[in-house]
């Protein structure tokens, strides 16, 4: 699912702890029913959930479920992981969806956050890393894989597929502005409580679009909601309070060059929503028609001034790939891993601390930690693209840098599938 992701606010745990759970609990229960096709959808969701996932894109996705797993069957775990979320894992005849779930905090604590983190389908599984870059390569579209050690030098492959190719990877491009503000910081420029001050600026979908002109928000804030629930809203305050041409310096800094000239000029988020969606994609389509000077000049014109509202409100719902192949943020899976090689080297600087709690908040995948003593972690996904990239210390305290991601521009990709390859290669890359 790919909803609206929000934070619960904080409260007491000894307080909440009990009614909570028994509410998270029934809550589950409720998204148990309506993925088999009952229960009432406008009494479990929130109004911010059921905008962001209408009812009829949570029916197609839970017949997709049903497609790959059989039915629903019931609630076959949950794990708190604060007052008013949870992960949980829901049985399906053939195999174990896992997902996060969040519940507002106040009034009837209706459900605000569902996002599911991969599914297990049961039979056997891959037994090698070769056996996963098979069955990846097996599926429909372009698909690219690496696993890399990492180390003094440069990145050393280790398995790979299409280790070149530069792919559609989606939000996986808010790693580059990470780096960025990672420079900046180190550089004596910024500080990571330095605050933003919102101008009244459009922003698109995330926790900060509806903040009134003159909200202070903390970098360090900003930084970790881009990765942690890649908010874009967030993604593009940033990216242009750090400068566009300042995040382009960044590309062949952190070994973006694969993907290269593609990237420029580096667009924000609202920028591609506005160029795929507005007209039927006519705004896009002269965008292409230009060259890289006068490109800049539409961005800072006629994109900017094109209001929100001419955005299709379902752009996306309908789940069919939308110009992946044109208007995107390219990379390859060597790009990705030297990116995260360097965010890697930068964890001992004076950003570091930081930097890797913001990469580790949320793991991607939920047995992601199992194996691994750290899991730095950011994907990418829009119909069509599926990315998923990780950085990782093995107990031993070898790091490694693992990658994979599917582009089709004619269907959606099978998330459950592709989760369900990472979930093993994880698992199989670890050293023991």
Request: aromatic share 6%.
């Amino acid at each position: 699912m790919v909803p609206m992701m929000m934070l619960a606010a904080i409260m007491s745990p000894s307080a909440q702890a009990q009614p909570a759970a028994a509410t998270i609990e029934s809550r589950a229960r409720e998204v148990v029913a309506l993925l088999g096709g009952t229960g009432d959808y406008d009494a479990t969701f929130a109004p911010s959930f059921r905008t962001a996932v209408p009812r009829a894109r949570f029916d197609a996705i839970a017949a997709q479920l049903q497609q790959a797993l059989g039915k629903p069957t019931g609630v076959a775990a949950i794990e708190a992981t604060g007052p008013w979320a949870a992960q949980i894992r829901i049985a399906y005849d053939g195999g174990t969806l896992n997902a996060d779930l969040t519940l507002d905090p106040g009034g009837s604590h209706q459900i605000i956050g569902l996002l599911a983190k991969g599914a297990e389908p049961r039979g056997p599984a891959a037994q090698t890393l070769d056996a996963v870059v098979e069955q990846l390569a097996a599926q429909n579209g372009t698909s690219v894989f690496a696993l890399a050690r990492l180390g003094d030098g440069s990145p050393r492959l280790e398995k790979a597929r299409n280790a070149t190719t530069p792919i559609a990877i989606g939000s996986a491009f808010k790693l580059v502005i990470l780096a960025e503000l990672v420079r900046s910081i180190e550089a004596g420029e910024r500080k990571w409580s330095d605050v933003v001050t919102l101008d009244g600026s459009a922003l698109p979908g995330g926790g900060y679009a509806q903040q009134p002109k003159g909200t202070q928000i903390a970098l360090r804030e900003l930084a970790e909601r881009m990765i942690s629930v890649s908010d874009n809203s967030a993604t593009d305050i940033l990216l242009f309070h750090l400068g566009r041409a300042k995040v382009e310096a960044m590309l062949p800094v952190v070994g973006f060059t694969d993907g290269g000239v593609r990237n420029v000029p580096f667009l924000g988020a609202l920028e591609v929503f506005k160029l795929k969606g507005v007209d039927g994609g006519a705004l896009g389509t002269r965008y292409l028609a230009m060259d890289a000077k006068a490109r800049r000049a539409f961005l800072d014109g006629p994109v900017r001034d094109t209001p929100i509202a001419a955005i299709p409100r379902d752009l996306f719902q309908n789940g069919k790939p939308l110009r992946i192949v044109e208007l995107e943020w390219f990379a390859s899976p060597n790009d990705l891993i030297r990116a995260m090689d360097w965010l890697r080297r930068h964890m001992d600087g004076t950003a570091g601390a930081e930097l890797r709690a913001i990469l580790s908040k949320n793991p991607g995948l939920p047995d992601a930690t199992k194996h691994w003593r750290y899991v730095g972690y950011k994907g990418g996904s829009e119909p069509g693209v599926l990315t998923m990239t990780f950085l990782l210390q093995a107990g031993n305290g070898a790091w490694y840098a693992l990658t994979a991601g599917i582009n089709d521009p004619a269907r959606d990709v099978d998330t459950l599938k592709f989760t369900g390859l990472m979930n093993r290669a994880l698992d199989l890359a670890a050293p023991r």
